[in-house]
């Protein structure tokens, strides 16, 4: 299997990953998340929300991203989705 097929694949388990623990913390219907969906402001999540998302997905995917390098602003599902899927191991 090539390269860009692996790191495809490592995306998809991500995403699912994290629309599990948007929809889990946040009650939202994973039917309705994009990864343009700005965490914040779109689905109204607040530092709480953040920092149990984030723990349950260090828990599902052994990746962790520190909350303080989360940007304060304007944080969508997609960056959420790059940054886990970059530090995830192939």
Do not use: F
């Not at 219907?29 to 999540?45: F, I, P």
């Not at 998302?53 to 304007?74: C, K, R, T, W, Y």
């Amino acid at each position: 299997m090539n390269h860009d097929r692996l790191v495809d694949l490592k995306r998809l388990k991500v995403r699912e990953a994290v629309y599990d623990a948007v929809s889990d913390c946040l009650a939202v219907d994973k039917g309705t998340l994009t990864e343009d969906l700005r965490v914040g402001e779109d689905l109204s999540a607040d530092s709480m929300d953040v920092v149990s998302m984030l723990l349950m997905l260090d828990a599902s995917l052994g990746v962790e991203i520190d909350p303080q390098d989360i940007p304060a602003e304007n944080v969508t599902v997609g960056w959420i989705i790059d940054q886990l899927t970059a530090k995830s191991s192939p």
